[in-house]
């Protein structure tokens, strides 16, 4: 690849006066008063038409790629015949960008606005053509991206977008329907419908649990407490809200749960106050001495437990709350129970993991990001309730212009959540379930997983590196550790090392802090991650620290 290209416009419409303008501005910059950088600015400022006279190596040739305006129905939007076109050229592109994954870096240092200051200042006014759209494309993946579908790419949890899916996805959008009641789009309901119901077999769930699929697992945890909320307090928010009285509602989580389950507490109308944060044990499992001696606590206080949240597959170290117990103690104290199984859901297609979660058929909800491990284009998570008349009673709308002859009758997904337009999401873990079948995908997973003790047998026979926590599925949190070092010294090396790593581009982690010291997590399981990758990323680590 050349130098970067400037994300001008191509067609834009210049006057004389400005083209004899400009003409002089770029007789300045042929005399090396200006910089390219300035060049470009220049032209996203419109003071000079980026296409005349121009030195192809600075911006690529630039034919008229705009459609037709001798047809008036080109006009407006693009006709089907173009798209089948520009369609198999994006089909091409993808195809090309997914099979070259392996040969470019797995990431690379890119400055922060290194792209936007390229990227014209306002929007074309004439037409550019969908060309530009692929060009401009060619240069954000090469210099601007991360590639998550890297068989390098060991960081955070994969995200994982098999190409079947990718076309579902193609499909979802090129239908363009819009689910917002089931009248609205009947199909989309009821492919949604079964394949939740698909999921549910293959992961072993037992019959009485619905799915429907939402974006991501964090609008899942904030709807699951919502259903808590409603269900503790009777229906409160038809009446007085989070207003109900003097015993406030509490809502528990492990101190390793994500994120995105303080933020859905905040949503859902707990205040920092009522979120307790319980401890972890050695395996960094959630506590569950603890969280009676919190629940009882509370109870002795007057408070109300309401809900508690148990992960089965931490983000930072995989470790599987144990739901059985919790389950015990949700019931006892009449608590709603939210399994968040965003990353370790997907393993639950594999009956030997089932285990890890025992005693899930107890809870109220739970949610499994598809969109991760399994193989689903981001995004699409399936959120399980075993009562699904509580959750549409508690976010029931029902504007007269959206009442129809079936609602009796037929599911209607946006009582199930917060959106109202729903998109043919589901369309994406049909595909990929469909396409594969339920065996292939086993096959996948179980070789990650093979994979990830390969790694960490590596990991624990070194001298000076460790395992940190147990490995339960396919991410092994790592450290070198050299005689002496310890503390911030310690941390200062991690870095190092990782840095290191990262920066010949064939390697990419996330570090995380882990009892308060740097560690760095290798997640393994992108799709295209065979055994060779995962060798090859020992000897860089290796390698880094020698
Ligand atoms: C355990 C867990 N829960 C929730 C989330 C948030 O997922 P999402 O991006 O779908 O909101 C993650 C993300 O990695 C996660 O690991």
């Not at 042929?30 to 950088?37: F, H, I, P, T, V």
């Not at 994006?90 to 997914?98: E, K, L, P, S």
């Not at 107890?362 to 699904?388: E, T, Y």
Request: a negative charge; proline letters at 4%.
């Amino acid at each position: 690849m050349g130098r970067p290209r400037d994300f001008t416009h191509e067609n834009d419409a210049f006057t004389q006066a400005e083209t004899r303008e400009c003409a002089e501005q770029r007789s300045t910059i042929a005399n090396g008063e200006a910089s390219l950088r300035t060049y470009a600015q220049m032209c996203c400022m419109r003071t000079v038409d980026p296409t005349v006279g121009l030195d192809d190596t600075l911006i690529a040739a630039q034919p008229n790629h705009c459609m037709d305006n001798s047809d008036q129905k080109n006009l407006l939007s693009m006709t089907p015949e173009e798209f089948r076109r520009l369609g198999h050229a994006v089909v091409d592109w993808i195809a090309d960008y997914r099979s070259s994954a392996a040969e470019r870096p797995v990431s690379q240092a890119t400055d922060p606005g290194g792209l936007l200051e390229r990227l014209p200042m306002s929007p074309p006014a004439q037409p550019e053509g969908f060309e530009a759209v692929l060009r401009d494309l060619d240069e954000i993946a090469e210099r601007h991206l991360v590639h998550w579908q890297h068989p390098n790419f060991f960081a955070y949890f994969p995200s994982n977008g098999d190409l079947s899916a990718v076309l579902g996805d193609m499909l979802s959008a090129g239908l363009g329907v819009l689910g917002l009641t089931w009248e609205s789009a009947p199909a989309l309901t009821e492919v949604e419908d079964r394949v939740c119901e698909w999921l549910r077999q293959m992961s072993g769930l037992a019959p009485e649990w619905q799915g429907v699929i939402q974006d991501t697992a964090s609008t899942c945890s904030m709807i699951a407490l919502v259903a808590a909320r409603e269900a503790t307090t009777r229906y409160g928010a038809a009446r007085d809200g989070m207003q109900h009285g003097d015993a406030p509602l509490v809502v528990y989580a492990s101190e390793d749960a994500h994120s995105s389950i303080q933020k859905a507490a905040t949503l859902a109308g707990f205040g920092a106050d009522q979120i307790r944060s319980v401890e972890v044990d050695d395996c960094r499992a959630m506590d569950v001495g603890h969280l009676a001696a919190c629940v009882e606590e509370d109870a002795r206080r007057g408070l109300r437990p309401c809900a508690i949240v148990a992960t089965t597959g931490t983000t930072t170290t995989t470790a599987f709350d144990p739901v059985d117990a919790i389950a015990e103690i949700a019931e006892r104290n009449g608590a709603w129970l939210h399994v968040d199984a965003a990353m370790a859901g997907s393993a639950m297609i594999l009956p030997e993991c089932r285990d890890l979660w025992r005693g899930v058929n107890r809870a109220d909800s739970i949610v499994v990001n598809p969109h991760k491990w399994l193989g689903v284009s981001f995004d699409c998570s399936v959120f399980f309730v075993r009562d699904d008349e509580h959750l549409v009673r508690v976010m029931r709308t029902d504007p007269s212009y959206l009442r129809t002859a079936f609602d009796q009758r037929v599911k209607t997904y946006r009582d199930w959540g917060v959106a109202l337009g729903r998109r043919f999401r589901a369309l994406k873990l049909w595909s990929l379930i469909r396409t594969h079948g339920t065996e292939r995908l086993q096959q996948r997973l179980r070789r990650d997983l093979a994979n990830a003790r390969w790694f960490a047998e590596q990991v624990e026979a070194a001298p000076q590196w460790r395992v940190l926590a147990p490995v339960q599925l396919q991410t092994v949190c790592i450290r070198h550790e050299p005689e002496g070092l310890e503390g911030d010294a310690l941390d200062r090396h991690t870095k190092r090392w990782l840095d290191a790593v990262h920066g010949t581009g064939r390697a990419w982690m996330t570090p995380a802090k882990l009892d308060g010291r740097w560690m760095v997590r290798v997640s393994i399981g992108a799709l295209e991650t065979e055994r060779a990758h995962v060798q090859e990323l020992w000897r860089l680590l290796r390698e880094a620290v020698a």
